[in-house]
C-alpha cells in the first residue's frame, strides 16, 4: 500500500537514487555474522542481530564502534574495522538477496528511461560488488558509497553531484531509503524522499517522514510510470 503525507502528489522522476542496504538488499544476515565474528575475534559474546541491524546505515566505522560499546577504544575499533572488512569481503553474498518486488521495479524504471544510481553509506567497493554479484550492474549509471565523497549521508553532497552528473532539477529527482538518515539526506538536498517498510530501521521515519511509503518497490515503479 502506497502512502502518503501531508497532500504529496509524486510528479515526473528522471532520477531515482537507492540507497542499498535495508532497501535493495536484505543484508542483515550477512552483517550479524561479520559483527559478531569481529566481536568474537575480540573476545567478546555476540550481540542479537535486531541490535545490530539497528546499528547499520552510516557506515563501517559508525557499525563497528556502536557494535563495540564500552569496548570501543580506538585500538579496538581499528583492529575491529579491519577485522570486520576482510570477513565481510569474503562473506557479503552469503545469505544477501534482493528484496520482493525490486528487480521486477527496476526493470520497470530502466525500460521506461528512468535513470538510476545508488547512494549508500557502505564503502564503494563492497557496494559495487553486491550489485554485480546479484545481477544489477547494468541498472544503476552510477554506485557511491560511504567512502566516496569527503561527508557521508545525510550529508547532501552525494546527491548534489548525481543531479550535477545528470543534469536533472531536483524536482524530478526522488531518494528511496529505509530510515531516517536517508529521509534526512533528501531533505538536506531539497528532494522528494520515499520510504520503505519492509528495511532494517522503517520505525526512524517517525522523527523524520518520507513525502511517500510503499511497502514494495513495485508500488513505486508503477507511481513513477503513470507520472511519466
Known amino acids: 500500500m502506497v502512502r502518503f503525507e501531508n497532500g504529496f502528489r509524486l510528479g515526473r522522476v528522471r532520477l531515482a537514487i537507492f540507497d542499498l542496504d535495508g532497501t535493495l538488499i536484505d543484508s542483515q544476515q550477512d552483517l550479524v555474522n561479520s559483527v559478531n565474528a569481529v566481536r568474537e575475534h575480540l573476545d567478546l559474546a555476540p550481540l542479537d542481530p535486531a541490535l545490530i541491524a539497528s ?106 553531484t548525481l543531479l550535477g552528473e545528470f543534469s536533472v532539477d531536483r524536482a524530478e529527482s526522488i531518494m528511496v531509503g529505509d530510515s531516517s538518515v536517508d529521509i534526512r539526506t533528501a531533505r538536506n538536498a531539497g528532494i522528494a524522499a520515499c520510504g520503505v517498510t519492509f528495511g532494517f530501521q522503517p520505525e526512524t521515519f517517525a522523527g523524520h517522514p518520507p513525502d511517500l511509503v510503499v511497502d514494495n518497490l513495485t508500488e513505486l515503479s508503477d507511481l513513477i510510470a503513470a507520472a511519466l
Do not use: C
Not at 552469503?94 to 528484496?99: F, G, I, K, N
Open 55 to 160: 546499528y547499520v546505515g552510516n557506515g563501517a566505522p559508525v557499525l563497528i564502534q556502536r557494535t563495540l560499546g564500552e569496548h570501543a577504544t580506538e585500538h579496538n575499533v581499528q583492529r575491529g574495522l579491519e577485522y570486520f572488512l576482510r570477513y565481510y569481503w569474503e562473506h557479503m553474498l552469503d545469505h544477501t538477496r534482493l528484496y520482493p518486488g525490486v528487480q521486477p521495479a527496476l526493470d520497470a524504471l530502466l525500460a521506461s528511461g528512468v535513470r538510476m544510481a545508488v547512494l549508500t553509506n557502505k564503502p564503494v567497493r563492497f557496494s559495487q560488488s553486491i550489485i554485480d554479484g546479484l545481477g544489477l550492474g547494468g541498472h544503476f549509471q552510477r554506485v557511491y558509497g560511504g567512502n566516496s565523497f569527503p561527508e557521508k549521508k545525510p550529508h547532501p553532497v552525494g546527491i548534489e
